[in-house]
């Protein structure tokens, strides 16, 4: 049994933090609302996962000195727009040789920087990891089966955190390309949104199956030039949670698609979500890291202009339908 805080009350930090409880660990779950921690001591549950209940050995707080002193793993789930600050305010209770588990998906704005760099260099005193992979909290909060990747720079590390989350219900695999699964998360969201477009402007099965398909192509294409790996992008953290986040209703990224799709602005669609829809985040992101590694991302260029000038989704998809003739695969050769 190890001492776990689960840092961020939402969705999935609290399907983790009954993950954890379950497999036998002392879990404090830390809220940075008093009167949502409040409310959940008093019900047992949270808004965003009705019918869930949340174990009496899930300790509650908003007191982060409470959640994060004197344990031996942290789990940080806040969304990626607040990651370096609250690694900030976490500064202060991390002693050294704390591990720090990054379970939240985007890119930092401005520094373009993966949420473990953040970890990294806000508190060096901690060993960073990420868990990432196809995991609605919906499913994972009800112990449905799930599949996910440890990353770590450290293969005892990996396996460490590996037998602490791994259960009946919830199989854990581990890598060492912590880049390429941080890469994954973040930019399939922006291929979700897209997925979602098309799904709200009444496309069929043929059009997801190819943003799908063409989208993670995108995603390899510039993960491997950052330094992934090909085969985290074939793998549960790449194809795997994009098929997910394209496919369910449970994705907020699909659910702000579907609505940009029919014709809602951006403002509009994330109020009507009313959860962080990370893709919104990521997606400038994810164009000022192809222009900097000079990678061509046409649909997730076609998703900033929709998010962001104001670009009609039917011109947009007109856009990527007409675009220059070319090869699948440029490595599968001709018969001479």
Not at 4 to 9: D, P, S
Not at 66 to 87: F, G, I, M
Not at 275 to 288: K, P, T
Request: aromatic share 4%; net charge negative.
């Amino acid at each position: 049994m190890k001492k776990i805080g689960v840092i961020g009350a939402g969705s999935w930090g609290t399907a983790l933090a009954i993950l954890l409880n379950e497999n036998g660990n002392e879990v404090t779950l830390w809220s940075h609302r008093e009167e949502e921690a409040a409310r959940v001591r008093r019900t047992r549950e949270i808004a965003k996962l009705p019918g869930v209940r949340i174990p009496e050995g899930v300790r509650v707080t908003s007191d982060l000195a409470e959640a994060a002193a004197d344990r031996q793993v942290l789990v940080l789930v806040v969304p990626s727009k607040c990651v370096r600050e609250t690694a900030e305010k976490l500064r202060a209770h991390v002693r050294p040789g704390t591990v720090v588990v990054n379970a939240a998906k985007g890119i930092e704005a401005g520094t373009l920087f993966t949420m473990t760099d953040i970890i990294e260099e806000v508190l060096p005193q901690a060993e960073s990891a990420v868990l990432s992979g196809p995991s609605h909290a919906e499913e994972v909060a009800r112990l449905l089966p799930t599949t996910c990747v440890i990353g770590a720079h450290t293969e005892a590390t990996a396996r460490e955190l590996q037998s602490l989350f791994m259960s009946p219900a919830f199989r854990v695999y581990i890598s060492s390309d912590m880049l390429g699964i941080e890469l994954g998360g973040a930019l399939k969201n922006v291929i979700a949104l897209a997925a979602g477009i098309a799904d709200g402007m009444g496309y069929g099965d043929n059009a997801k199956a190819a943003i799908i398909t063409r989208g993670i192509v995108e995603i390899g294409r510039l993960g491997m030039r950052m330094g992934g790996k090909l085969e985290t992008f074939s793998g549960l953290t790449g194809i795997g949670d994009l098929i997910v986040t394209c496919a369910s209703m449970h994705s907020r990224n699909r659910r702000a698609g579907i609505l940009l799709g029919q014709g809602y602005s951006m403002e509009e669609a994330m109020r009507e979500v009313n959860m962080v829809v990370e893709g919104v985040y990521s997606a400038q992101a994810a164009m000022e890291l192809a222009r900097r590694y000079d990678i061509e991302l046409p649909i997730i260029e076609q998703v900033n202009h929709v998010l962001f000038d104001g670009k009609d989704p039917k011109a947009a998809v007109s856009e990527l339908m007409l675009r220059d003739t070319k090869l699948e695969n440029s490595l599968i050769p001709w018969e001479e």
